[in-house]
């Protein structure tokens, strides 16, 4: 009725990602008859803080991270900025895989599966709050997790890491995962599981990653860094001392 749709402020199905659908209706972003709504007067202004707040952060990263490498790189030595910038570009690489996944692999699946179970007479209509939080949860999650391979690479080159050691608490890292799987994601078993398959896959690259580290130690012995290398400053006494004394 009129009252009803007055009361309800329904998103343009643009706006989520597409899990099923048929001709034109394969186009859109939620199936056909599945919409999300606004249930309370100020949801939308909330959630467009929340996007906003986050895609701030996303664009004002590089220059945080900027300023933040000025304050830090003048007390690093070349070994460890050598280190360091490949480190960089890799986990940002490995935090957007993770979300890409998310996005176009793992969300899908999980609404296609939920909408699976419906009975065929019910009509989803969401709220857009709930939906888009599952969503940037997942995102969020998917790209925090997508980094394990990464620091271990980094423990693993500075010796703090042995793929030995990966490789005995194996077992206690598996309760990890599902441990921050269901902080991470909705609290269903489903989604829980679509995090923690990747994350224990994750691990075992993991693993290998710290391996292949740690066949290419990082190397000490730089002229330019090695403290000994540089004659040691002149001491008090030498210079009450004065010339030495010549023969005659």
């Known amino acids: 009725s009129s009252g009803e749709s007055s009361g309800t402020t329904v998103v343009d199905s643009a706006d989520v990602p597409s899990v099923e659908g048929e001709g034109e209706d394969s186009k859109q972003v939620l199936p056909y008859r599945r919409q999300l709504q606004s249930l309370r007067v100020m949801t939308w202004f909330i959630v467009s803080l929340q996007v906003a707040l986050l895609g701030g952060l ?15 790189a003048p007390g690093l030595l070349n070994r460890e900025r050598r280190l360091v910038l ?21 969300l899908p699946l999980g609404l296609r599966f939920f909408l699976s179970l419906e009975p065929a007479d019910m009509i989803s209509q969401w709220a857009v709050d709930e939906y888009i939080g599952f969503v940037l949860r997942l995102l969020l999650g998917f790209g925090v997790v997508f980094e394990m391979p990464v620091v271990s690479l980094f423990l ?14 194996r077992r206690y890292a598996v309760v990890g995962i599902f441990l921050v799987a269901a902080v991470f994601t909705p609290p269903d078993p489903i989604s829980q599981l679509l995090m923690a398959l990747p994350l224990m896959v994750l691990y075992e690259i993991s693993i290998g990653v710290s391996h292949l580290a740690q066949r ?33």
């Open 58 to 72: 996303i664009l004002a990263s590089p220059i945080v991270f900027y300023q933040l490498w000025r304050f830090v």
């Open 156 to 169: 693993s080159r500075l010796g703090l890491l042995t793929p030995d050691y990966l490789r005995r608490v």
């Open 86 to 106: 490949p480190i960089i570009g890799l986990s940002v690489f490995c935090f957007l895989l993770g979300a890409a996944v998310a996005h176009q692999i793992v």
């Open 216 to 248: 290419k130690p990082v190397s000490f012995d730089d002229d330019d860094d090695d403290p000994e290398s540089e004659p040691p400053p002149p001491s008090d006494d030498d210079e009450r001392a004065g010339p030495p004394d010549t023969l005659t």
